[in-house]
């Protein structure tokens, strides 16, 4: 099918697709109303072709909803036909093990027509602040006490809403106007993105099936080689963390053959009682992405770099938990696969993994009580530790990786909150040390001007098992949580008090390498 | 203009020069510029192209990219940082967002001022600007006798909600200023009183960083001028498109930081007055970076962020936050000496890598042996080898050919024709694709622009980019070499203000948002008055950041005089917003944020340059790659040759010393009174682009 693309043709085609999605999330991020789209980025826009295979996505994204999003949509067409898909239909839903993993992200997907004939599909997933039930915790037993499951839904019907649909989530979130406002900017990101591939299809004369399959081809082959240059061979590693009751224990094994590769997570934890389970499409996602990073980190992401690449993870598993498995702080082990893939490659690629992150998982912090006014408020904040060590330089302090979400700034937050942040400030020497030290993590400390108690709730990790270093590197510091002098565990739900504060020191990175002086060289 | 005006542009290579004489009559001068000195070749130039005695001369104009130079390469002065108590990692911590997902080994921009540097003021103020802790006296005299121990020589102060309330900035500085007489001070709550402290400490930081340097290059300037009986006005051209006073200047040189790319937008604004054109878009051209800008109704385009000395090349996140009002520069890394390969994908790029002036594009023949899209353009037979920069240097096309075979047609399996194609049209699309983005986003369609181009590589790439994106009328004013230059001479005075005043729509009393404009309107002709503008043939314009309650990022509306009510003022944002976003919330309270007004003198009109005596206009044929037909014969003629009424029809070529208009399609051509080429494309002229698999392939 490639044969009629060459160098230049293709290069000219594909770039104008990502600048297409690049606009998507431009839209998305500029009409939202949530600070979690808006200032943290918490949200990622993809195109898929007709065969709900990805073709491009937005550059700024959070590597988990990339991942997320294809399987979504495949999903979603096996309750709702394809062939039933009419334009001006858009389809939603928040279902932990059809969208990203938990409740709190609402995936939109809307087919796009050439005239009769579904040619695409253009979907975003994003944070929205509340969908009801337990908010954002570990705390929860199942689904469905965490929360609001919207089923997979006609959310508009040829350009109608569907007010049914909306009504249920009115109905049962705590911030109606700013969830549906969200959800209505990611439709309005969907239909500006479909008009500009409209316009791009007519003006090139294009098959857009055949474009994305010239694209998928192309990624594919260059993941092969990528591969191929790997010697065969199976490679294990564990990481073990703090989880919710007890440690989780992640066991993966990296097997290469030839020019593909085969992740089995056989041996990881069963499933855990409360909300920290990974369904499997987030497991997958963030698996291919630590891979992605060591493979082939130049060619944007497409179906076409999944297909060489594998992934098995045993059902009941806290990486593959059955239903109705609670799953909102599902980041807390998800965070951790791109670690985890990385201290399998370290033997075979030492030049090109970095340590574990202090980083991995992001932690989210959640607010929710009345401001000095008596207002009801929900605020939720992430904050990063520090990144493991890289070949040959040390890793990044207070960044969001894996994830990829900006902080919110002091002056924000405290201009919509009754939040005073008294310091947020890098904690040096926690990153782990190592011939390239792990980058450091940072303490925030909040303070509370509410008039009454603010039920809080840190999602963090890290705090009993630090970041592992590789190659001799020395572990990172681990994590804390204190309020008003009183320590935490890494999960913890609590009460605030007026005038009360909490401290945040998130984990340091592992080091890479022995440190100096250890070198036996 | 009454009396004689100069304008120059201290370039990275050249600094140019344009005089106007009292008759209105044009010169045009360049020479070297002295980097470690730019004001040496100022002085210089000024002594040739008018005299050493300056009496005669009325104003003088300058723009420079002294300021982001100083940034990108480090050589500002030792500079501190005060940050609230608490707070003093913020510039290392930043954002914490990743600028690429993939690169695990990508760097942070490092701040221009290192930590140990950064000293914490104990005070606090609160989002409402409230004081919670008042300035501590103690730490205050302790980060003055740090600084005394120190190199430091310009301190920037950017304290929490400083945007809301700047009392405790300007009690700091008035204490440091007591203790250390001479030290330049920054103060967010002046530089960039807007919220979010990461992107305001940037900014504020970069002011002080560049200060000490900015304030030797004018302050030394000014002293020449004196010296030489010099009695008018000294103005700058800042980076929002107006000219400053050199002295504000001095105070907020960030202001400067896009003030050469600024010149030639309002030289491209400028035709588009002359000629009434409503939409344009300016395209600039030159050796490592293409440069494009909207005009709309003779006006450039206004933003209010951008980003400086990007740790990857165009890579957006990976510079130094800047917010400050500024022209609205899409910029890209594609020039004349943008490097061509193949990559890991068995893909083409063209750039953003450089080859720059040295060793500069293969056919050079300096060293360069990494193909460029020059070398395209020579082997497409764009460029004449012996009449480049009017016959200066002499380009080697088997150098040329061999680059490409080697680098791009081998390795990516393609002909040297396909190859060479290839560059031209991909590095064409990269630029129309960020235009197409800008404009598309901003509800408009490109096709209703005209394409204003120059720059050394503009005229040579206007009509692929034109093609690209549906253009059909394509302007190449006279002097391409020297075009910032005239933007100068043709820039009005002008000032741009703002007050953060957030206000819910329909509540308050709308006399309010007259006092505000009122008071703004007193301060800026105050402002224009200390630059030598009177009250007369002031125009204003006033805009408005405006949002839906809850969201965190404003639209700017522009509000005409009849705005003069909350509901007008409702009607203006519903207008902007679908045309933006193509729907409305109806039921969302609307809320007014930051209030803007700009005041701008009378432009003054430019003279044309006098044209010397030329000979046949037709220099003979070249063959030159045309899509879909191969190699052909096409006219060559001599731009100094044609006059105001010559009509020509491409494809052909013209060319000036600096640069070459090539039209490798149909149109018509015309020269009109101000010695502008104009193009007109046919109106299906888009498509015609090759690249597209569709099309015959010229191999």
Redesign the interface.
């Known amino acids: 099918m490639s044969i009629?693309?060459?160098?230049?043709?293709?290069?000219?085609?594909?770039?104008?697709l990502i600048?297409i999605v690049?606009?998507m999330a431009?839209?998305l991020?500029?009409?939202?109303?949530s600070?979690l789209v808006?200032?943290g980025?918490d949200f990622s826009c993809i195109l898929l072709g007709a065969d709900a295979s990805s073709a491009v996505q937005s550059?700024?994204?959070t590597?988990s909803f990339l991942g997320t999003l294809p399987y979504t949509v495949e999903q979603m067409l096996r309750q709702i036909p394809r062939e039933t898909l009419v334009p001006g239909d858009v389809l939603a839903t928040n279902d932990p093990w059809i969208g990203t993993g938990h409740l709190l992200d609402v995936s939109v997907a809307t087919p796009i027509f050439q005239g009769e004939r579904l040619i695409a599909f253009f979907a975003n997933a994003a944070h929205v602040p509340d969908i009801g039930g337990i908010g954002f915790a570990a705390t929860g037993s199942d689904v469905q006490e965490e929360g609001l499951l919207i089923p997979v839904s006609r959310l508009y019907r040829r350009g109608e809403r569907n007010e049914d649909v909306a009504n249920f989530i009115r109905y049962n979130v705590r911030v109606p106007?700013?969830v549906l406002?969200d959800i209505?900017a990611q439709v309005?990101a969907n239909?500006?993105a479909g008009r500009?591939l409209g316009e791009f299809l007519a003006?090139?004369?294009?098959d857009l099936g055949e474009l994305i399959a010239a694209i998928q081809d192309?990624?594919e082959?260059?993941l092969r080689a990528a591969i191929q240059a790997l010697p065969d061979g199976v490679y294990p590693s564990e990481l073990t963390s703090d989880g919710y009751d007890g440690p989780v224990t992640l066991r993966c094994r990296v097997r290469v053959a030839g020019d593909a590769l085969e992740v089995d997570f056989a041996g990881s934890s069963p499933q855990s009682p409360r909300g920290i389970n990974s369904v499997f499409g987030y497991t997958q996602s963030y698996t291919t992405?630590g891979l992605?990073?060591?493979l082939?980190?130049?060619?944007p992401?497409n179906a076409g770099c999944l297909r060489p690449i594998r992934i098995t993870a045993p059902a009941g598993s806290i990486l593959n938990p059955r239903w109705p498995a609670a799953t909102l702080a599902r980041h807390v082990v998800g965070n951790l696969l791109p670690s985890v893939v990385f201290a399998a490659l370290a033997p075979i690629c030492p030049d090109?993994?970095?340590a574990d992150s202090g980083s991995a998982p992001i932690w989210p912090v959640r607010f929710d009580g009345a401001d000095a006014e008596g207002r009801a408020f929900t605020l939720t904040l992430q904050?990063?530790g520090g990144q493991g060590g890289?070949?040959?330089?040390p890793g990044?302090?207070?960044?969001?990786?894996p994830a990829?979400?900006?902080?919110t700034?002091?002056?924000?937050l405290?201009?919509i909150s009754p939040l005073?942040?008294?310091?947020?400030?890098?904690i040096p020497g926690s990153g782990g040390a190592g011939r390239f030290r792990g980058g450091d993590g940072?303490r925030v400390?909040i303070r509370s001007g509410a008039a009454g108690p603010l039920k809080v709730s840190v999602l963090g990790e890290r705090v009993r098992y630090p970041a592992m270093g590789s190659m001799g590197g020395s572990p990172g510091r681990p994590g804390f949580v204190r309020v008003d002098g009183t320590t935490y565990p890494s999960k913890a739900v609590f009460t605030l008090p007026p005038g009360g504060t909490l401290v945040l020191e998130t984990p340091g990175g592992g080091g890479l390498g022995p440190p100096s002086g250890e070198d036996g060289s | 203009m009454s009396g004689i005006g100069v304008a120059f542009d201290t370039g990275g290579t050249f600094t140019d020069f344009v005089l106007q004489d009292e008759q209105g009559e044009i010169r045009i001068w360049k020479r070297l510029s002295t980097p470690d000195a730019p004001s040496e070749a100022v002085v210089a130039g000024l002594s040739e192209v008018w005299a050493d005695d300056l009496s005669g001369v009325s104003l003088i104009l300058g723009s420079t990219t002294l300021v982001s130079n100083c940034v990108i390469e480090r050589k500002g002065a030792p500079a501190a940082l005060v940050a609230t108590a608490?707070?003093?990692?913020?510039l290392?911590?930043g954002?914490?967002?990743?600028?690429?997902?993939?690169?695990?080994?990508?760097?942070?921009p490092v701040p221009l001022v290192p930590r140990r540097w950064v000293f914490e003021a104990r005070e606090?103020i609160?989002?409402a600007g409230a004081v919670?802790v008042p300035l501590d006296g103690a730490s205050i005299e302790a980060i003055a006798d740090a600084i005394g121990r120190s190199p430091i020589r310009s301190v920037a102060v950017c304290l929490?909600?400083a945007?809301r309330e700047p009392r405790h900035e300007q009690a700091l500085a008035r204490a440091l200023a007591a203790r250390h007489p001479g030290l330049c001070l920054s103060l967010s709550s002046e530089v960039a009183p807007e919220?979010?402290?990461?992107e305001r400490a940037s900014t504020t930081v970069i002011n002080a960083y560049v200060q000490p340097v900015i304030q030797g290059y004018a302050g030394g300037l000014r002293e020449v001028f004196g010296r030489r009986q010099f009695g008018g006005n000294f103005l700058m051209m800042a980076s929002h498109g107006g000219l400053v006073d050199s002295r504000t200047a001095e105070r907020f040189p960030v202001r400067l930081l896009e003030s050469g790319p600024a010149a030639g937008a309002l030289a491209a604004a400028h035709v588009a007055r002359e000629t009434g054109r409503r939409r344009v878009l300016s395209f600039d051209m030159g050796g490592t970076t293409a440069k494009l800008c909207l005009v709309m109704d003779g006006r450039a385009s206004l933003g209010s962020e951008a980003e400086v000395a990007q740790v990857y090349r165009f890579k957006?996140?990976s510079g130094l936050p800047v917010k400050q009002p500024m022209l609205e520069m899409i910029e890209i890394g594609a020039g004349g000496g943008s490097i061509a390969a193949?990559?890991?994908?068995?893909?083409?790029?063209v750039g953003p890598e450089s080859a720059g002036a040295a060793p500069g594009p293969a056919c050079y023949a300096l060293g360069g042996e990494q193909p460029t899209v020059t070398d395209a353009d020579l082997v497409l037979g764009y460029l004449d080898t012996d009449y480049f920069l009017g016959g200066r240097m002499k380009l080697d096309g088997a150098r040329a050919a061999v680059a490409l075979m080697d680098h791009v047609a081998r390795p990516?399996?393609?002909t040297l024709e396909?190859?060479v194609?290839?560059i031209h049209?991909?590095v064409n699309?990269?630029m129309a694709?960020a235009a197409?983005?800008h404009i598309?986003?901003r509800g408009l369609d490109p096709r209703a622009f005209d394409l204003v181009a120059f720059g050394g590589a503009g005229p040579v790439h206007a009509y692929g980019v034109a093609t690209r994106l549906?253009i059909t009328r394509i302007v190449v004013p006279p002097l391409a070499g020297v075009f910032s230059s005239l933007g100068l001479l043709a820039a009005p005075l002008s000032v741009d203000l703002s007050r953060s005043h957030p206000m819910t729509l329909g509540q308050g009393r709308w006399s309010d948002v007259d006092a505000l404009f009122a008071a703004m309107r007193h301060d800026g002709l105050a402002r224009l008055a200390v630059a030598g503008a009177g009250e007369e043939g002031v125009t204003a314009h006033r805009r408005v950041d405006m949002r839906?309650a809850?969201?965190?990022?404003e639209?700017t509306v522009e509000i005409g005089p009849d705005v003069r009510s909350w509901d007008a003022l409702g009607d203006a944002f519903d207008a902007v917003y679908r045309t933006l976003?193509?729907?409305t919330?109806p039921d969302?309270r609307v809320e007014a944020v930051t209030w803007r007004l700009g005041l701008s003198g009378p432009a003054r009109a430019v003279g044309l340059p006098r044209w010397k005596e030329a000979g046949p206009a037709k220099k003979g044929d070249r063959a030159i790659w045309v899509p879909d037909r191969g190699r052909v014969p096409v006219p060559v003629y001599d731009r100094y040759a044609l006059r105001p009424g010559a009509r020509l029809a491409g494809p052909a070529v013209v060319e000036e010393a600096e640069s070459t208009v090539v039209a490798w399609g149909p149109c018509a051509i015309s020269v009109d009174e101000r010695l502008d080429l104009t193009l007109e494309l046919p109106v299906d002229g888009?498509?015609a682009a090759a690249?597209?698999?569709?099309k015959k392939?010229p191999d």
């Open positions: 009629r693309f060459d160098a230049v043709s293709l290069e000219i085609a594909w770039k104008r600048s690049d606009q431009a839209t991020k500029r009409t939202s109303f600070p808006r200032e980025n550059t700024l994204s590597p106007d700013v406002g209505e309005a239909h500006s500009l003006e090139s004369g294009l192309r990624s082959r260059a992405y992605k990073c060591v082939d980190s130049l060619t992401n090109r993994v970095i904050y990063s890289r070949p040959g330089k990044l302090s207070a960044v969001s990786f990829n979400a900006s902080n700034p002091v002056e924000v405290e201009s005073s942040v008294l310091e947020k400030a890098l940072q400390t | 608490g707070h003093a990692d913020l290392e911590i954002r914490e967002i990743r600028y690429d997902l993939y690169d695990l080994l990508i760097d942070r606090r609160d989002a919670v929490l909600h945007y919220i979010r402290e990461y957006r996140g193949i990559n890991h994908l068995g893909l083409l790029q990516g399996d393609l396909r190859a194609w290839g049209d991909l699309e990269n694709a197409r983005v598309v986003e549906g839906y809850g969201q965190g990022f639209i976003f193509g729907r919330m969302a888009r498509g690249g597209e698999p569709s392939n």
